[in-house]
Nanobody, 116 residues
Framework: QVQLVESGGGLVQPGGSLRLSCAASGPIFSINTMGWYRQAPGKERESVARITRGGITVYADSVKGRFIISRNSAENTVYLQMNNLKPDDTAVYYC??????????WGRGTQVTVSS
């Protein structure tokens, strides 16, 4: 069974940084795109950043210049370096991967809270 496990969330002050990690395990034979999404209370889940197998990255306008997504394809791991965090970044962050068969998988999420 495919599992995605996120880590690295927590409480940080405005202007601070966090690094999220997501490790995929199980019968994943080839991952295409890996991405991070977030959902704040009372809001819909939104895409934050994604990275293709070839290393092409796409970011939401709200995080451009502050967040950096990267991946280690050999270890089926994706990272999200979050800098200059703002209170509006508070949300549950989810990892999502797309495999060559067309299926996609979600992690259970990790809470990020930005507050003084």
């Amino acid at each position: 069974q495919v599992q995605l496990v996120e880590s690295g969330g927590g409480l940080v002050q405005p202007g601070g940084s966090l690094r999220l990690s997501c490790a995929a395990s199980g019968p994943i034979f080839s991952i295409n795109t890996m991405g991070w999404y977030r959902q704040a209370p009372g809001k819909e889940r939104e895409s934050v950043a994604r990275i293709t197998r070839g290393g092409i990255t796409v970011y939401a306008d709200s995080v451009k210049g502050r967040f950096i997504i990267s991946r280690n394809s050999a270890e089926n791991t994706v990272y999200l370096q979050m800098n200059n965090l703002k209170p509006d970044d508070t949300a549950v962050y989810y990892c999502r991967v797309f495999v060559v068969s067309g299926l996609d998988y979600w992690g259970r999420g990790t809470q990020v809270t930005v507050s003084s």
